[in-house]
């Protein structure tokens, strides 16, 4: 299962589908398209609130308001999670809770995707992370390091979107 969350509205996720769907026959699920626009603070929170909720899966979650800048494209993995999208602290949190809720804090694994040349500066959404969702399915949470174009990096070098916690009284 490929599950996708965006900024984009109704249009724009039809072409991600496509890609992810000339791939693999993944299972797709839409999990939002109407996050708040270039808000990665407010996406970081849904997710964080959401995601959790879904068996194993890769989540595809595109918020970026740095697309066509030198931000990194990255994948996380927290046991049969894995995590798709820009390096801008949007993946952070919800990537964080299901390890919270999984094992003890179960360990992240970070990966920077090689993206030699996009087709558009405009679309990573489509161009880079859509297709790094489906090779990601194909290969399965425990082989990401399998897939030639990711790299791993250290968790610590990702940006970070801290959001308040709950706290009970």
């Given amino acids: 299962m490929i599950t996708l969350a965006s ?3 109704l249009a724009y996720p ?4 496509g890609v992810v769907l000339s791939r693999t026959d993944a299972r797709l699920v839409d999990v939002a398209h109407d996050l ?18 879904f068996p194993s899966a890769v989540h ?3 918020v970026d308001p740095g697309v066509g800048t030198d931000r990194r494209a990255v994948v996380l993995r927290v046991g049969g999670h894995v995590f798709v999208g820009p390096d801008n602290g949007v993946l952070r949190p919800p990537a964080r809770r299901v390890a919270a809720e999984l094992d003890d804090d ?9 993206v030699p040349n996009p087709e558009s500066t405009t679309f990573h959404g489509r161009d880079v992370f859509a ?3 489906a090779d990601a399915h194909v290969a399965g949470a425990s082989a990401l390091g399998s897939v030639d174009r990711f790299e791993p990096i250290p ?13 009970v009284s």
């Fill in 14 to 17: 039809a072409a991600m589908k």
């Fill in 131 to 133: 297709p790094a969702a």
């Fill in 36 to 53: 708040p626009r270039q808000d990665v603070r407010a996406a970081a929170f849904w997710l964080r609130e959401t995601l959790p909720y």
């Fill in 106 to 114: 179960a360990p992240v694994e970070a990966y920077e995707i090689d």
């Fill in 155 to 167: 968790v610590d070098s990702l940006s970070e979107c801290r959001l308040p916690e709950a706290t």
């Fill in 7 to 9: 900024d984009f509205g």
């Fill in 60 to 62: 595809l979650v595109v």
